[in-house]
């Protein structure tokens, strides 16, 4: 079975804390994903990588940054955390389209984090 | 960017009771998706759609691809207790890329 699995499952930091929410793969997926999921709003992109050292904004990308330094490893960075970043954050993987459905993520279980 | 419209925003249910819920979309898409969420858990997939008009079962869930490409629906039937969770739709257009909807809360009663 593909396994995601995130470092943190709660986490309370205060304003203006560097934060980093950890995610590793064991399946040797390509493509990793942050998402942030807030009630009423679904799940939404920030920030996606498909290889080694490669990264691309997702839809809101501003007050984020990732690394990805290992292929099995791809970290969400709060440099300065502010309380409207009080969320739930999934971490999800996928192989390269063809070799699965197109669209089919696994998601690990999400870090739910609160800003005080 | 592009947005999808779920509805309902939550259900409570009898169990037994049949469920139907649907995503619709302004955009076009090439694949629609349907993921459940348990509680404290990731979503995962459970039906993914990828032609028009395309009907798929899964067990006691069934989803439709929209002629239209613009929306979907899911369908479960004889709703039990472990269906509570939320339901998400998911489109995919060109791309990588997945656009979710704000999600469906099912909530049965026994």
């Known amino acids: 079975d593909v396994k995601v699995t995130q470092s943190s499952r709660y986490l309370v930091k205060r304003t203006g804390e560097k934060v980093f929410l950890e995610c590793v793969q064991d399946?040797?997926?390509?493509?990793m994903f942050w998402y942030r999921q807030d009630p009423g709003l679904g799940l939404r992109l920030i920030y996606f990588?498909?290889?080694?050292?490669?990264?691309e904004k997702g839809d809101i990308p501003e007050g984020y940054s990732v690394s990805r330094e290992k292929k099995e490893r791809f970290s969400l960075i709060l440099e300065s955390a502010s309380t409207n970043q009080t969320s739930m954050y999934l971490c999800?993987?996928?192989?390269?389209?063809?070799?699965?459905?197109?669209?089919?993520?696994?998601f690990g279980e999400g870090s739910r984090l609160t800003v005080l | 960017g592009q947005q999808l419209n779920q509805s309902p925003q939550s259900m409570f249910i009898q169990e037994g009771e049949d469920v139907s819920m649907n995503c619709t979309s302004s955009?076009?898409?090439?694949?629609w998706l349907w993921y459940k969420q348990d509680p404290g858990e990731g979503p995962v997939l459970l039906i993914a759609l990828y032609k028009a008009g395309e009907l798929t079962s899964n067990g006691r869930l069934t989803a439709q691809f929209g002629i239209t490409r613009k929306d979907s629906f899911l369908n479960i039937s004889a709703s039990i207790p472990s269906d509570v969770g939320i339901y998400f739709c998911?489109?995919?257009?060109?791309?990588?890329?997945?656009?979710f909807g704000a999600g469906t809360i099912l909530r049965v009663k026994s």
């Open positions: 998911a489109g995919q257009g060109y791309g990588n890329k997945l656009v």
């Open positions: 999800a993987s996928s192989p390269w389209v063809g070799l699965v459905r197109p669209g089919e993520l696994f």
């Open positions: 990588s498909y290889d080694v050292k490669m990264k």
């Open positions: 399946m040797d997926h390509e493509n």
């Open positions: 955009s076009i898409f090439n694949t």
